[in-house]
């Protein structure tokens, strides 16, 4: 999954993006080179593009596996042989995204204009995993930087998707390291998260997708500057101080949602280990006693 995510990041730095709201029921298709696509959702299916022994691995999807209305997204797990992004994203994998490819020249534009604060995205699916296989589905919310000519991610839902043979409703909470308007957001779902366990037709169907609800501003806004991580990046520790009395201990997430650990604050601020941590984005988020959620933020850990 590292390597997906490295691939949104790519591909949420270009300057295009889509200009329509993503059609989360997928009722629309449109004709696309050699395949269809769902209207303002990319598939990996571009990877037939760019070399015809690559496989397509996201299709039309009816009858018992829509979830409502006429069609839903199946994305089925292939082995591509000739992937031009080994770098960036895994041979063994199927995937669709918000956005779109223009192939010549190659270019990304990568999810459409939302200026919101949802506290969740939500969505029916049902996975069919080949072996122990695991899909997954992630959803940011950015902004454009002018000072760096980039966007900053400043908010991220994700949800692992084991075996779940009949359509399931999942709803994915989406944490917040910043107290700033998106204006994009991007979706992205795979049907193989990890390479090494990655297994040839698995597939996921997926359909009615939503961002819902509304993240506030004002409480956030009055921890900022009075809760500090450090090092940031880490490596073999961080640090996390608050300020505050009702901060009584800290859970930590990675970016696709799941929990790493929860540690007590003493003395108001608390050391973690994070030598077994592995490379990459994770959200630290602070509670009080009764558990309800004081501050949200995030660092990395680079080796």
Same mark, same amino acid.
Request: net charge neutral; hydrophobic share 35%; aromatic share 14%.
């Given at each position: 999954?590292? $390597? /997906? /995510? /490295?691939?949104?990041?790519?591909?949420?730095?270009?300057?295009? $993006?889509?200009?329509?709201?993503?059609?989360?029921?997928?009722?629309?298709?449109?004709?696309?080179?050699?395949?269809?696509?769902?209207?303002?959702?990319?598939?990996?299916?571009?990877? #037939?593009?760019?070399?015809?022994?690559?496989?397509?691995?996201?299709?039309?999807?009816?009858?018992?596996?829509?979830?409502?209305?006429?069609?839903?997204?199946?994305? $089925?797990?292939?082995?591509?042989?000739n992937n031009p992004m080994p770098d960036y994203m895994d041979d063994t994998t199927g995937g669709a995204y918000t956005g779109k490819i223009n192939p010549s020249p190659l270019s990304f534009s990568?999810?459409?204009?939302?200026?919101?604060r949802p506290g969740k995205m939500e969505f029916w699916g049902k996975y069919q995993a080949v072996g122990g296989d695991t899909a997954a589905a992630l959803v940011y919310l950015q902004k454009w930087?002018?000072?760096?000519?980039?966007?900053?991610?400043?908010?991220?839902?994700?949800?692992?998707?084991?075996?779940?043979?009949?359509?399931?409703?999942?709803?994915?909470?989406?944490?917040?390291?910043?107290?700033?308007?998106?204006?994009?957001?991007?979706?992205?779902?795979?049907? #193989?998260?990890?390479?090494?366990?990655?297994?040839?037709? #698995?597939?996921?169907?997926?359909?009615?997708?939503?961002?819902?609800?509304?993240?506030?501003?004002?409480?956030?806004?009055?921890?900022?500057?009075?809760?500090?991580?450090?090092?940031?990046?880490?490596?073999?520790?961080?640090?996390?101080?608050?300020?505050?009395?009702?901060?009584?201990?800290?859970?930590?997430?990675?970016?696709?949602?799941?929990?790493?650990?929860?540690?007590?604050?003493?003395?108001?601020?608390?050391? /973690?280990?994070? #030598?077994?941590?592995?490379?990459?984005?994770?959200?630290?988020?602070?509670?009080?006693? $009764?558990?309800?959620?004081?501050?949200?933020?995030?660092?990395?850990?680079?080796?």
């Amino acid at each position: 999954m590292k $390597k /997906i /995510i /490295i691939l949104l990041f790519i591909l949420t730095s270009g300057i295009l $993006k889509s200009t329509a709201q993503p059609n989360g029921g997928f009722e629309n298709w449109v004709p696309e080179y050699t395949f269809e696509s769902p209207q303002h959702w990319q598939t990996f299916n571009f990877l #037939s593009l760019l070399d015809s022994q690559n496989p397509l691995s996201a299709f039309k999807a009816t009858g018992i596996d829509k979830h409502s209305g006429n069609y839903a997204l199946k994305l $089925k797990t292939v082995y591509f042989p000739n992937n031009p992004m080994p770098d960036y994203m895994d041979d063994t994998t199927g995937g669709a995204y918000t956005g779109k490819i223009n192939p010549s020249p190659l270019s990304f534009s990568v999810g459409f204009p939302y200026t919101w604060r949802p506290g969740k995205m939500e969505f029916w699916g049902k996975y069919q995993a080949v072996g122990g296989d695991t899909a997954a589905a992630l959803v940011y919310l950015q902004k454009w930087n002018d000072s760096t000519g980039a966007r900053d991610t400043i908010a991220l839902g994700g949800t692992n998707i084991t075996t779940t043979p009949d359509y399931t409703f999942f709803s994915v909470n989406i944490t917040y390291y910043s107290t700033e308007l998106p204006d994009t957001a991007a979706i992205i779902f795979v049907s #193989s998260k990890h390479n090494d366990i990655a297994r040839v037709n #698995s597939t996921l169907f997926i359909d009615d997708v939503s961002l819902t609800g509304w993240v506030g501003v004002d409480e956030q806004k009055s921890y900022e500057g009075k809760v500090k991580s450090f090092p940031n990046p880490a490596r073999d520790e961080i640090t996390i101080v608050s300020q505050f009395e009702e901060a009584d201990h800290v859970e930590i997430t990675d970016v696709s949602g799941k929990l790493i650990g929860s540690y007590k604050i003493q003395n108001y601020k608390v050391i /973690i280990n994070t #030598s077994a941590f592995a490379d990459g984005i994770y959200f630290h988020t602070l509670h009080d006693k $009764k558990d309800k959620i004081l501050f949200k933020g995030k660092f990395s850990v680079v080796k």
